[in-house]
């Protein structure tokens, strides 16, 4: 099997964490690199023994020598680089958020569908072999009825005003870029919530620096969730059952261990996974696997699952009014198209 080349869009924090993983990835090779400088394109090249080194986005997303590209870029940015790449015909990797909101991504998904181009979003906690774990034991019944799930995602990020994740030009703050996680993580169990509550607290940059969001289901399940720009934690997840509870230890996202508890005398197993790195390929291998199968969405990881996570993370931030430069905008432009369709209609 000849192995998929890859294509990488933008060289910070992420990209390199990705690059660095890759070397895992036994499908695929790493063949080039898009950076909006010359210098940044060449020194990741380099680093990552790249082939090709573009000192512009849209010369790799033509490139001949490309199968799959991997977005790498701030949130703002994914919608205009995928809808590009699909246009192109290129299969697409791109990063968390796959938009900033349902809308752009169901663009995005019937444009993929149209041109039948494979096309995911980055939701790389999906694949880790501990939420693979995980799934297998609430599948099985291990801990009985699933009630609730908890789970938090914080960090310190840094307090300048220009970096992306405090700037709302850049699609800052923590819901999009990692409260964004444990609604995952509920709804993978749960599904689509039936009711949507939270409280968030807004920063000196009017983004939302620290939320905590319930979730509830008809069913009577419920998840609490918290994510913090400002705040440490351990980052558990904890699945409650009627027989027992599973808990992701610190840094639950990216775990490479869990324990399940059940029985009357709280019997413990811990599972351990030895993968190398921080666990980036295995969302690579998935690609590259449903590729290798024809298929443009994964079942694993679904458009739909996509669209059901980014219809919650738009409606607790309709809650908090919390809106992004040009969202309101846009959304005035279609009232007005509708306005003139209707009007065309009358005559
Ligand atoms: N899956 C994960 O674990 C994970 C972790 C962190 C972030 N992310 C996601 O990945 C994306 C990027 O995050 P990051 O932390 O890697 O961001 P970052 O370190 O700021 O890097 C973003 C890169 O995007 C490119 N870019 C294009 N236009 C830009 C602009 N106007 N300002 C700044 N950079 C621009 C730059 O590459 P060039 O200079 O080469 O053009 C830059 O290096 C976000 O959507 C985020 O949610 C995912």
């Not at 299969?91 to 938009?99: D, G, H, R, Y």
């Not at 996680?181 to 940059?205: E, H, M, R, S």
Request: glycine share 8%; hydrophobic share 40%; proline share 3%.
């Amino acid at each position: 099997m000849s192995k998929y080349r890859w294509g990488i869009i933008g060289t910070g924090g992420i990209a390199h964490a990705f690059a660095s993983d890759f070397r895992y990835v036994k499908s695929g090779v790493l063949s080039a690199v898009a950076s909006r400088k010359k210098e940044t394109a060449d020194q990741f090249a380099n680093q990552f023994d790249i082939e090709l080194a573009f000192n512009d986005y849209f010369s790799l997303i033509n490139s001949q020598q490309v199968d799959v590209i991997y977005i790498a870029t701030p949130h703002v940015y994914h919608y205009d680089l995928v809808k590009a790449c699909i246009l192109a015909g290129k299969a697409v990797l791109c990063e968390k958020p796959f938009t900033l909101n349902e809308r752009q991504s169901k663009e995005l998904y019937d444009l993929a569908e149209q041109h039948q181009v494979f096309v995911m979003e980055a939701m790389w906690t999906r694949f880790n072999p501990v939420i693979e774990q995980v799934i297998e034991w609430v599948e099985e019944g291990e801990i009985g009825d699933v009630h609730s799930i908890q789970a938090n995602f914080n960090f310190v990020a840094p307090t300048d005003p220009n970096h992306r994740l405090m700037n709302l030009e850049m699609g800052g703050g923590a819901l999009l870029d990692i409260g964004i996680y444990p609604v995952f993580l509920a709804q993978l169990f749960f599904g689509k919530p039936d009711f949507i509550q939270n409280q968030a607290v807004i920063g000196d940059t009017d983004v939302d620096v620290f939320e905590q969001i319930l979730l509830g289901w008809e069913s009577g399940k419920l998840a609490s969730l918290e994510s913090s720009l400002i705040s440490h934690n351990p980052n558990r997840a904890v699945l409650s059952g009627s027989k027992g509870y599973i808990e992701i230890g610190s840094q639950w996202h990216m775990a490479k261990s869990c324990r399940i508890v059940t029985g009357e005398d709280h019997q413990e197993r811990a599972v351990e996974f030895d993968f190398p790195g921080l666990g980036y390929q295995f969302e690579a291998e998935e690609v590259n696997r449903c590729l290798q199968e024809g298929l443009i969405q994964s079942p694993n990881y679904s458009w739909q699952d996509s669209l059901e996570l980014m219809a919650t993370l738009d409606e607790v931030r309709q809650d908090i009014g919390l809106n992004y430069p040009g969202e309101s905008e846009i959304d005035a432009e279609e009232l007005e198209h509708h306005h003139h369709e209707h009007h065309h209609h009358k005559h």
